[in-house]
């Protein structure tokens, strides 16, 4: 593991936003294990980008 929470994980692979997440979010988030949040990451990837002007087209990940 790289020290990072899962937040910032998810966050600098595009997965969720860089904005702020609310605390009950964030402690659910950072429950997943390394493997779900490489999955995650994975299917992103797969997705293609989305730069921070469309970000209100990011898919929707169910965490």
Do not use: C, W, Y
């Amino acid at each position: 593991m790289s020290g990072q929470s899962n937040v910032e994980r998810l966050q600098a692979a595009g997965v969720i936003g860089s904005g702020p997440v609310a605390d009950h979010h964030a402690e659910k988030i950072n429950s997943l294990s390394d493997d779900e949040v490489n999955t995650l990451i994975t299917v992103r990837k797969k997705m293609g980008d989305t730069d921070d002007a469309s970000d209100h087209l990011r898919p929707n990940f169910f965490v």
